[in-house]
């Protein structure tokens, strides 16, 4: 309800950068430090779909995250404490 009521729609008066940019800074801050990766990774560790084997590569979740959301490299640790299967960077 919070979202879509009002965080939806403040987000998308951003200019798309900033947008971005306000995304990759409230990551850091959320999961910046190792107690809170710890955490998330706890609580996303696995799968309720279970683990994920294609072309001789096994993956703990079947939702990766593909390139451009973290051009940079700048929160890599935050992003894998999330439990995607894969992070692409660049």
Do not use: C, Q
Not at 30 to 37: D, P, S
Not at 41 to 57: H, M
Not at 71 to 89: C, D, M, P, Y
């Amino acid at each position: 309800m919070l979202y879509r009521s009002i965080l939806r729609p403040l987000l998308f008066r951003l200019d798309p950068e900033t947008a971005h940019e306000l995304a990759l800074h409230t990551l850091s801050a959320t999961l910046g430090t190792e107690a809170a990766r710890r955490s998330a990774t706890k609580r996303f560790l696995r799968s309720p779909f279970g683990d994920l084997r294609r072309f001789g590569l096994s993956f703990r979740n079947p939702i990766g995250l593909a390139a451009g959301f973290d051009k940079n490299g700048v929160v890599t640790h935050e992003l894998a404490a999330l439990g995607f299967g894969f992070i692409e960077v660049g």
